[in-house]
C-alpha cells in the first residue's frame, strides 16, 4: 500500500502500454477534421506511453453513439468529472491506487512524492501537458494572497505545513513535507479532486500577473465580476464545468454554456488512455445530459428516455423499472452501494438546548434510542428485505469489518431501552405515556430532514412508531438542505436524517478523518467538528471524543498499515459502543437503467461517492454501444 513509509522508494505505477499503431482505426467522429488537418491523426494525439487501464473481463469495443442521462439541476454536469474519472492517480475497482494521468509516482519515506507526467500529453485543445501547469497552480493561484488568502488546500498541509515544491524538468515535480503526508494522493483520486494543476497556456491571460491591466480590466468588465479574482475562478472550475472554454483532460469535454436545459459533452480527441489494441478511449462520442424534475426521472428513466441512470433512483422504484424492460430497451442492474448506513439519525451533543444537550451526550440516551428501532420491519416494508439490519459502520464487505460492530446496541429491544431511560432518571410520563423530561416538558424529539424523498419518510415512520413504545414521540420537518445544515451548525436541530458514513468501505490505509470531529458538516458534533476546521469555538471534554481527535491525529503519523489498522478498529470500538449515530438500515442496493445494447456495464458492481466517484472507478471511457447506431 502507498503509505507505508518505508526508507526505499515505493512506486504507484499504471497500467501502461505503448501504442499499437498498426491496429489504430480513425474514428469516425473526427474524420472531417482528420481530413481537414485541422486535427492529427491518433498516433500524434496520444501520448507517448498512454495510460492502458485493467479491462478485468471487459471486452474491447468500437467507436461511437451518444449516452443520455438525466439530472435535476443545471450544476450536477459537475459529475462529470466523478464519471469521466480521469485523474492523476486513482481507484481501481479493487480500491487499489493506480497511476492515470501520470506515468509513475515515487514516494520516499511518505513525505516526498515525485510524479512523472507522460510525455506527449495533451489537454484536449491540443496543448501540451507539463509540469508548468502544476508550477503555475502552486505559485501563482495556491499561494497566491489575491486568489488563495487563506492559503493552499488543507490536503496539501502536512502538520500545517506547506511542501516544499520543485519543478526537476519539464515531465516531473516533487512535493516534499517534513512529516508524512497520507492524505495527498487520496486527495488527487477523489470524486471530486484535488487539482493541483490548471491549464497555464488558457489561465494566464485572466491572472494580473500575465494580463496588461487594460486588457484584465475590459476581460473582467465583459464577464460582469467585480475584479479579477472574480474573473478568474469563474473561468477556471475545473470541477463545476461551467466554461466551456476551459481545457480539460477528461474524456468528455462540456460544450454548452449554461444556463441550460440540455447539455453536451464531447469526445476528448486527446485523451490519454486506450484499450489493450491500443485504440485511444473513449469509445461512445457524446454524453447528452438533459435536465428533469428529480420526481420525474424514474418515470422517464422507466420509458425509455435514458442509456445510463442511477442518480435519482431509489429501490423502491426497482419493480416500476423491471416492468418497463421490454418496452424500454433496458435492463435494470442492482449495485451494492458504499455508505455506512442508507438513513442514519444523528443526535446533536451541541444543541443549544442545556436539557436537550445534555441527554444527547449521555450515552444511555443514545442507546436506548437505538435498540428501540426495530431494524428488520424497515428491511422488511421499506427495502424487501434486501437489506442489511445493522447500525451505521463500515460494511461486512470492508476488510476493517467485525460483526460486533453492527449488532452493538442495535438489536430492536425496547425492554432494555425502556431500563436505560429509567436509569437516566426519566421515569415520569404524561396522559399519552409521554416521557417527560426533567423540565417538564414532554420528550418530544424533531427530527429535521432534507425531505427529498419518500424513501425517508416511510423509513422515519416506522421509527415513530417503534419510539412510542419507549415514550419517546417523534415528529418529522422537512426542509430544504442548506436550511437543514444551518439548524443543525446553530444547534437549533437537537436531531437530524441524513445518510451513514461517506465510506463505508474503508481500507486502513485511507484517512478515518470522518470517524473524529473534523468537519463541521458532521451532524452529530458540528460546533466540535468546526473547532477543528477553524479553531473557534471549544472542543470537546468528552472523553471518548477525545480519544477520537487523537487517534485521528495519530493515523496521520503511523508509520505502518499495521499501526493504521489498529487505529481503525480503535475508532469503530468507540463509535459501535458510544452510538454517536443511529444507523437505521444498510446496504441498500442501487437501481442502475443500463441500455440493452450498451456494452461492458458492471451488472453487479459497487455504487459510491467517496471511494468510487459513482461509475468513475469502472472505467465510464471503456462503455460502448454493440451497434452504435
Not at 494580473?208 to 475584479?227: C, M, S, W
Not at 438513513?343 to 450515552?363: F, G, S, T
Not at 472542543?539 to 489498529?566: H, I, T, Y
Amino acid at each position: 500500500m502507498f503509505h507505508k513509509y518505508l526508507t526505499s522508494i515505493l512506486l504507484i505505477t499504471g497500467c501502461m502500454a505503448s501504442p499499437v499503431f498498426a491496429q489504430q482505426q480513425p474514428i469516425p467522429y473526427f474524420a472531417k477534421q482528420l481530413a481537414s488537418g485541422t486535427l492529427p491523426p491518433m498516433a500524434e494525439r496520444l501520448p507517448e506511453s498512454p495510460a492502458k487501464p485493467s479491462f478485468f473481463d471487459k471486452e474491447t469495443g468500437q467507436y461511437g453513439g451518444k449516452i443520455r442521462m438525466l439530472m435535476a439541476k443545471a450544476k450536477d454536469i459537475r459529475l462529470m468529472v466523478a464519471f469521466g474519472y480521469s485523474r492523476l492517480v486513482g481507484y481501481d475497482d479493487q480500491l487499489q491506487l493506480k497511476a492515470d494521468i501520470l506515468k509513475k509516482v515515487e514516494i520516499e519515506e511518505g513525505r516526498i512524492f515525485t510524479l512523472h507526467l507522460r510525455p506527449g500529453m495533451r489537454w484536449s485543445d491540443g496543448t501540451p501537458f507539463t509540469s508548468e501547469d502544476f508550477r503555475f497552480y502552486w505559485e501563482d493561484i495556491a499561494t497566491n494572497e489575491t486568489l488563495s488568502p487563506f492559503g493552499p488546500a488543507k490536503d496539501l498541509l502536512s502538520q500545517k505545513e506547506k511542501p516544499v515544491f520543485e519543478v526537476i524538468d519539464e515531465y516531473t515535480v516533487k512535493y516534499s513535507w517534513n512529516t508524512p503526508n497520507p492524505y495527498f494522493l487520496p486527495a488527487l483520486a477523489g470524486p471530486r479532486p484535488l487539482f493541483i494543476y490548471m491549464p497555464a497556456h488558457y489561465m494566464k491571460q485572466f491572472h494580473a500577473d500575465y494580463q496588461t491591466p487594460e486588457k484584465l480590466t475590459q476581460l473582467t468588465e465583459e464577464a460582469h465580476k467585480r475584479n479579477w479574482r472574480g474573473l478568474f475562478v469563474s473561468k477556471g472550475r475545473q470541477y463545476k464545468l461551467t466554461n466551456p472554454d476551459l481545457p480539460s483532460l477528461q474524456p468528455w469535454v462540456n460544450t454548452t454554456r449554461p444556463p441550460a436545459e440540455r447539455f453536451i459533452f464531447k469526445r476528448n480527441p486527446y485523451f490519454h488512455r486506450v484499450d489493450p489494441n491500443g485504440q485511444q478511449l473513449p469509445y461512445i462520442d457524446e454524453v447528452e445530459i438533459n435536465l428533469a424534475s428529480a420526481g420525474l426521472i424514474p418515470a422517464k428513466a422507466g420509458s425509455g428516455e435514458v442509456d445510463l441512470q442511477a442518480r435519482y433512483l431509489r429501490l423502491d422504484n426497482y419493480t416500476f423499472l423491471k416492468e418497463g424492460e421490454e418496452n424500454g430497451n433496458y435492463q435494470v442492474n442492482l449495485w451494492e452501494t458504499g455508505r455506512g448506513a442508507q438513513i442514519a439519525l444523528y443526535p446533536n451533543m451541541n444543541a443549544k438546548d442545556p436539557e436537550w444537550r445534555k441527554l444527547m451526550q449521555d450515552v444511555r440516551f443514545r442507546r436506548a434510542l437505538s435498540m428501540a428501532v426495530n431494524r428488520n420491519e424497515i428491511n422488511q416494508v421499506v427495502y424487501f428485505g434486501l437489506a442489511k439490519d445493522m447500525a451505521n459502520t463500515v460494511l461486512p464487505s470492508c476488510p476493517l469489518f467485525k460483526t460486533e460492530y453492527a449488532t452493538a446496541w442495535s438489536d430492536f429491544n425496547t425492554d432494555a431501552a425502556n431500563r436505560l431511560l429509567d436509569d437516566i432518571g426519566l421515569t415520569k410520563r404524561d396522559a399519552r405515556g409521554i416521557r417527560l423530561l426533567p423540565d417538564g416538558n414532554p420528550m418530544e424529539i424533531l427530527v429535521q430532514t432534507a425531505g427529498e424523498s419518500t424513501e425517508e419518510t416511510d423509513v422515519l415512520s416506522l421509527v415513530e412508531d417503534s419510539w412510542k413504545r419507549i415514550g419517546v414521540q417523534m415528529y418529522v420537518k422537512p426542509t430544504q438542505r442548506e436550511v437543514l445544515r444551518n439548524r443543525v451548525f446553530s444547534g437549533e436541530a437537537i436531531m437530524s436524517a441524513w445518510y451513514g458514513l461517506p465510506n463505508g468501505v474503508p481500507v486502513a490505509s485511507m484517512s478515518p478523518s470522518q470517524m473524529a470531529p473534523t468537519r463541521q458538516d458532521q451532524y452529530q458534533w458540528p460546533q466540535w467538528g468546526r473547532y477543528y476546521e477553524t479553531g473557534k469555538g471549544k472542543p470537546s471534554k468528552m472523553p471518548e471524543v477525545q480519544e477520537l481527535v487523537s487517534l485521528n491525529n495519530d493515523w496521520g503519523m503511523a508509520s505502518s498499515e499495521e499501526e493504521q489498522a489498529r487505529i481503525w478498529n480503535r475508532m469503530l470500538e468507540i463509535h459501535a459502543d458510544q452510538v454517536f449515530s443511529i444507523g437505521l438500515v444498510s446496504g441498500v442496493l442501487q437501481p442502475m437503467v443500463v441500455n440493452e445494447n450498451l456494452m461492458n456495464v458492471p451488472e453487479n458492481a459497487f455504487y459510491n461517492w467517496d471511494p468510487g466517484a459513482y461509475f468513475g472507478i469502472h472505467n465510464m471511457a471503456g462503455f460502448f454501444y454493440k451497434d452504435p447506431e
